[in-house]
């Protein structure tokens, strides 16, 4: 079932599978009208099954990467890009590797650069050359951040480093052997350069987002919750299983 609240678009699917076929149709829908547009990537649980619907998509030959420029939201800092914590390795294990991308197309926070500030502003930079991205997917963390833009007193504006929270750690342990070898600070995309997407696509499964969900859509745009400033995006897509859903629904 689809909604509006706000300027937002809220897709309710049965489950994980169909959130995941639901946002590869919002997505295939975007690339195919702009093969050579940019496209935002996220890492973390969520959106591996759309991952896997686009992979599919491409191997079927019915969606084509080979034009496309891809930035992702975030990076652990410092990780080596071999390390198979890193979002790179991620992105080359879900995505990158199983589809015709070109890979001087694909852009992601250089968790090995000397200069972390060096870093952010390039990778903001290249952002802007690249015009800008046309579709950004994000997924939500349980404290309302998007990319690693956590829950502070205003909103970060560029690309920067910044230091995760204890629950971000504790939420990401579990891709770890133990918490301890989860890094503590990360280079993010900001919010200004999330916003600045032309359209957003969340994901969000399972219960456990249940609450930050209805906060994120119906609660004060705040810092606190970051997720929430997309409430002031026109074109944004959410894309939620019933579990997540459930909170909402008597007020949609
Ligand atoms: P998850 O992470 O998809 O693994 O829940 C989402 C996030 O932290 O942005």
Redesign the pocket.
């Known amino acids: 079932m689809d909604y509006k609240v706000k300027n937002m678009r809220i897709c309710i699917e049965k489950d994980y599978s169909e959130m995941s076929k639901k946002a590869a149709e919002v997505f295939a829908c975007v690339m195919k009208e702009t093969p050579s547009g940019v496209f935002g990537f996220?890492?973390?649980?969520?959106?591996?099954g759309l991952y896997k619907e686009l992979i599919d998509m491409n191997k079927n030959n019915t969606l084509d990467f080979s034009e496309a420029t891809t930035f992702n939201?975030d990076e652990y800092f410092p990780i080596k890009a071999s390390n198979n914590q890193s979002y790179r390795y991620f992105m080359e294990e879900n995505l990158f590797n199983h589809i015709n991308i070109k890979k001087e197309k694909i852009n992601i926070p250089n968790g090995e650069a000397d200069d972390i500030n060096e870093e952010c502003k390039s990778y903001e930079n290249r952002i802007t050359q690249s015009g800008g991205i046309d579709l950004q997917i994000?997924?939500?963390?349980?404290n309302g951040?998007?990319?690693?833009n956590e829950p502070t007193d205003h909103f970060p504006k560029d690309t920067h480093g910044v230091e995760l929270q204890q629950s971000?750690i504790e939420?990401?342990a579990r891709f770890f052997d133990s918490i301890d070898e989860v890094p503590k600070t990360a280079v993010t995309m900001g919010i200004k350069s999330i916003m600045s997407a032309k359209s957003i696509l969340l994901?969000?499964?399972?219960a456990k987002?249940a609450g930050i969900v209805k906060e994120m859509l119906f609660g004060n745009i705040t810092p606190q919750v970051p997720a929430s400033i997309l409430q002031l995006h026109p074109n944004v897509v959410v894309i939620l299983d019933e579990e997540a859903a459930e909170q909402i629904k008597e007020l949609l």
């Open positions: 996220a890492t973390g649980g969520t959106p591996v939201l994000l997924g939500i963390g349980m951040h998007i990319g690693f971000t939420a990401n994901v969000v499964n399972g987002k």
